[in-house]
Each structure stands twice: as structure tokens, then as C-alpha cells.
DNA sequence: TCCTCGTCTGCAAACGCTTCCAGAATCCTA
DNA sequence: TAGGATTCTGGAAGCGTTTGCAGACGAGGA
């Protein structure tokens, strides 16, 4: 493995000289510049990312914490995170961050300050100020997807407000019952998203005069599985059977066609269903949703953290970014039939 | 932010003791190791991985290459591979390597050889010879999922027994007409997978004494969406229609479930289906299906890979590693209906 | 002509660790 | 009690870069 060293004395110069035609910082005539480059791949030079950073103290990597992988919303963040690092010359080091306490503390007390990475993008991660102020402390870059957290530029959709949109546009087509399926708010994921989303829901009904009933809000895990099971019990029941539902998520309300459709109870027709997401199936089941682009998010934070290391003096956002999320219409929604 | 000389001097040692109580190398006497331990945690030291890595020549890195990231099979790869490797200590840089020539240049002749990765893990990448050389040359351990790979281990399930197997489970059924729905042969993932399940296919036909009809293979994309188009192609035209479709993945087998739902065909009755992967949903559909787990593909490899880079001598096995795939049988397939 | 300024290059000092080496202290065994 | 083995510690070299500084050179302005 050839060192500098090597690639100096082939091209008859010194390492000073090297280091500044390949990085290009500083003075080299354009002839020195050539003969150097042809030197260094000859020898099939490569500097060594450990020696360089040990001097100039950044890694060129940077820290992704991201709860879930397998799942469509934070892979396509992954996705894009990764394009947008990949372009700007960064590597991506991910961190898989579980439930479970102990990996969370090893990972933020060890592994990020461990002078690993440039900066950190976390992914629906609910910071503790305390953690913030260690984060910061490292004087790191970091973005988050997710949010509002404090001290930290973050940026999600408004989930109040995509949930409000979505039920209003079910209210609009002149539905009154009309029930949510949304996650556990016990088994909550950072940032209350279950609570919120019920919430844009509750203020859609409050809006338009409709009493909130508790029996109308249901939880379910967030994927099709869930929304199905969960499908099977309200339609079964011809009692509680709604003329809307509004699923948090669109794999929710996929499973919830789904049911409706072994139930033989036809979309829309007989039952409207709206999500969230714009999920990639959104479209095969016709599926009313609002969108909302995770791939962008990721590619947002990147550029956040990363013109924080490159442009001295630039800084994010100071508050929480609201990302717009808009109703994409299909086929799973419609005017309620008028009752028999 | 505090180096080890900072703690030297709190705990009245030497650098050198430092080192050596903090990664546990040669001889400390329990007492300053104690002491040593206790002035790194007051002043929240972490030893600097780059000077660390400078000296040793290790990063605890690993680097994974890997073509997709949303989709399940690339999703529970990654998961295992980042489970495994947090449990030993090493991190994951990813990169998302997509078809561009360009950009597979970039992170072979760039990236990996970087210093930045102590081993390499490349999922479904068809390494050329001369890759391998460069790859080998750098003396860092790899390992492939997917192959064979000519020098370097790998571990796959056999696509084409895998096939033969779900084409099996069809013609003990019974059926004679079955059509296979799988990969576009000319848009091939690597290492052929396409035509390796394809080739299956053929071998099982063969093997009952059925001729291989080629308007009995159809391509699609490998996905819910890429099934439902051609399953409501074969499906609507009764003349076209079989009693069984082998879906090259639980996906695309989906796809062909919906379709043939919405066609009023029902399965298994009037049509079997079966797949390959035991897919999440795969159960939701009652899909029978040829089961593998990525996730623990991507354990393997890890465990190779560190295994070599831990046990000076350890070898992997030299050759392609087969891993099990079994049938999985629900109820999306049973013996054809007589013949009106 | 002289001086200044911009361009180009090399020397050498870091960067923050790990580890070889040697010396001191302690322990065991003959 | 002597001698060797074992345990513990510090000094210093070195890992492979980047970069501040200074010197050399040529061009242009006064």
C-alpha cells in the first residue's frame, strides 16, 4: 500500500506538494498538478482517510440514527440521505437504533462522540435536552427528521394538520362517521405522531360539529397486517360499521380496503378510506391519501448539516420546518351513499 | 475536548498507561485501571478513532454494498448486518449502489479502498475478476451475498432449486399448466437471478414431462405492482389462463393474488399461486411460498467477515455457501379443479 | 533599476493515539 | 539468599497526512 511518501518521490516532489495537487488547496502549477495525478494513479494511491483526519479533524462521514429500516417511510429517508451524501463525497454511517435503552445510550455516549463522524441526522428521534447539549457540545452538525425539538433544525410534515386535511376532505364529501385507525398511542414512536394525527382528526370533526366518540378512534400496529385486522372488526360489524375511514398511515388503510374487500364491502361505494403517505401500492389500490416525500426529507437534512461544515458561518433554520403535504385523490373515497 | 494526555495527567500516569488500561492490551495493575477509567468518564474521553485507526490500521468499520435499500430483501439484509455488527462493536458505512457505471467506479476505486472500511460486504454485486483482485489486494476480508463469486465467499439460497421445489409443490398437486412470472431476463439483477429461477422452472417442468411452452414465462417487475399488471393480462384471458402460477418472489405473487381477486378467479380453487421469499405479507395472503431469511444471510456474512479480521489463520468456507430455503405452505395453493 | 506582490515549492511541526523497549518492583523457586 | 520470571509503568518512536512558514522565482509598477 503506497504511502505519499511514494507518490512524491515518482513525481519528483515534495508530500507538501502532493497533498496540495490532490486535495487542491493551495498553490501548484498546472504541469506539477498533472504529474502528480498521473503519479498517484499509477501507484494506485488513495490517501489515507485516518491521517488525513487526524489533522484536520473531520471524518467526512456522517451519523444516520434511524429507528426502523424495513419499512417504506424510513427506508426511502435512508434512500435519499444516502443519494444526497453520496454527491457531496460523504460517507453514511448508520446507526440502528432500537427501542431498547442500553443501545440507545451505547450509541449516543459512545459511538457518536467518538469522533466518528462530521455530523448527525437523527431520524424520529425524540432528543432529551440533556442529550442535545451533549450532542451539541461536540459541536457537530445535526438535523432531524421528525420534530420539533429544541436547539435542533428539524422538519416533518405538520401531522396535526395532514390528518385534519385528510378527514376534512372526507367530511367535505359529506361524511359524519367517520372513524380513525391510527397507531397505539401507548406504544408511541418519537414525536407523538399517533397522538397527533388523532388530534388532526379530532379537530376535523370539532370543526364541522361533530362530537369526538371514543369508540371511533382504534389503534393498530402500522402496516398492512395491522390495518387489516383491524379492518376485519369494525366492518364485520354491521352496527359499527362507518361510511369513512381514516387510516394514519397508508399501509393502515391498504389493509383496511383490503378487509372491506373480503367483506364484499366496496370501495368507495359503501366505505371511503383516506391515508397518509403516498405510499408506492397508494396508487394500485386507488387509494386517496396525502403525500408526503421522506426521500426530500432526508435530502433537506443532508444539505443542512452539510453547508453547516462547509460554509462557515451558515446556519439551518433556527425552528422546526413544516414540510407542505398535499391530497393526492384517487378512487378509495367518495360521497357517502345516501342511508336506505 | 479532552485527549488522552488530559487523563494521564488527572490520573498521575503516562500516556502509554492510559492506552493500555482504556483497551485492555498488556499489563495494568486493577488499581490504575480504576483510577485511569474513572478520570476518562469525569472528563468524557473517548479515544479519537482516526489517530486510533493511524496507528493500528483498523477503522471498526464495515462498508456494505448494496443495490437496493426499500425493498424487504435488501431491507432485512441491512438490518442483520447492522444487528450483528453493533453486537461487535464495528460500524456500517452504506453505500446504496445503483445501476450507474459511473457511480460503482466511484466506491470501488474510491471509497472502499479508501482506508475507510476494515472488510467489505457486497449484496448481490457482481464483482468482476479484476474487481476481486483490487478487492483482495487490499487484503480486507469480503463477503458476497448472492454468487458464486470466484474468490470470495458467498452465501445465497439456490435459485434454481428453489424454483424447481415451488414448481414441484405444483405439479404434485397436479397441475400441468403452470406459468412462470419472473424477472425481465434482460433487465437481470446480478448473478442471473432471473434466469436461475427461471431455469428451476424449466428443470421441474422437464422433470414431469412437460414441454416448456415460452409463452408460459412472463416478465415483470419485482414488485406488488409489477405482478398485478400481468397477472390481469394472463388472467383475463381465459384462454391464456392456467391453474397455477410460480411467482419468481412473494411480491410479485401478490401482485397476482389481487389481480386474479378482482378477476372473480379464486385461489386456490381456481387458481394456485406460490412464490418465493416468505415475505411479511405472505402470511396476510395466505400465500404458500419457498421461504429464505435475509436477515440472517446478512448475520452470516458479518460473522465471517469479523471472524477473519479477528482470528488470525480462520479461513470462510472457500466455496458458495447454499443456504436452506423450505416450502412454506398456506393456502393459496391446492390440487387443479377437474376440467369442466 | 529596484521593490513589491503573487505564485510555487519544500521543510518541519503537529494531529492523538499505540506499542516497542527498557527499567523497576514484586514474586516465586531452587 | 540468589536468580529468574512475572507484573507494572514510562519514554519515545512512529502511524500518514496537512499546513504554517520561509525561501525562490518571475512579473509588473514606480
Do not use: C
Not at 29 to 42: F, G, K, L, P, Y
Amino acid at each position: 500500500m503506497s504511502g505519499i511518501e511514494d507518490v512524491a518521490s515518482l513525481a519528483g516532489v515534495s508530500k507538501a506538494t502532493v497533498s496540495r495537487a490532490l486535495s487542491g488547496r493551495g498553490y501548484v502549477s498546472a504541469e506539477t498538478r498533472m504529474r502528480v495525478s498521473a503519479a498517484a494513479a499509477s501507484l494506485g494511491y488513495v490517501v489515507s482517510s485516518s491521517a488525513s483526519s487526524l489533522v484536520t479533524g473531520r471524518t467526512s462521514n456522517v451519523g444516520v440514527i434511524i429507528p426502523v429500516i424495513n419499512q417504506w417511510f424510513f427506508g426511502s429517508i435512508i434512500e435519499g440521505v444516502e443519494r444526497a451524501l453520496l454527491e457531496r463525497g460523504y460517507d453514511l454511517m448508520l446507526y440502528n437504533l432500537t427501542k431498547s435503552h442500553e443501545e440507545r445510550t451505547r450509541v449516543f455516549e459512545y459511538f457518536l462522540v467518538r469522533k466518528r463522524v462530521d455530523a448527525v441526522i437523527a431520524v424520529t428521534l425524540e432528543i432529551t435536552p440533556e442529550e442535545t447539549k451533549t450532542l451539541l457540545a461536540l459541536g457537530k452538525p445535526i438535523a432531524g427528521i421528525g420534530g420539533p425539538l429544541e436547539g435542533i433544525p428539524t422538519l416533518s410534515i405538520d401531522d396535526v394538520a395532514a390528518a385534519r386535511l385528510a378527514t376534512e376532505h372526507l367530511l367535505l364529501l359529506g361524511h359524519r362517521d367517520i372513524m380513525h385507525v391510527g397507531g397505539d398511542i401507548d406504544e408511541q414512536m418519537d414525536f407523538h405522531v399517533h397522538s397527533k394525527r388523532l388530534k388532526g382528526y379530532m379537530e376535523a370533526l370539532t370543526g364541522a360539529g361533530i362530537p369526538y366518540d371514543r369508540d371511533s378512534y382504534v389503534a393498530t400496529r402500522f402496516d398492512i397486517p395491522g390495518g387489516y385486522r383491524v379492518g376485519k372488526q369494525i366492518l364485520g360489524d354491521p352496527r359499527r360499521r362507518p361510511t369513512a375511514i381514516f387510516a394514519a398511515a397508508d399501509e393502515v388503510a391498504i389493509g383496511v380496503i383490503l378487509a372491506a374487500r373480503e367483506l364484499g364491502i366496496s370501495v368507495p361505494e359503501e366505505l371511503s378510506v383516506i391515508g397518509i403517505d403516498d405510499h408506492p401500492l397508494a396508487e394500485l389500490f386507488g387509494l386517496t391519501t396525502i403525500e408526503q416525500r421522506p426521500d426530500l426529507q432526508g435530502e433537506q437534512a443532508v444539505d443542512w448539516v452539510i453547508r453547516q461544515l462547509e460554509q462557515p458561518g451558515w446556519t439551518p433554520p433556527a425552528r422546526h420546518t413544516v414540510l407542505p403535504a398535499r391530497l393526492v385523490m384517487r378512487s378509495s373515497t367518495a360521497s357517502p351513499r345516501p342511508r336506505a
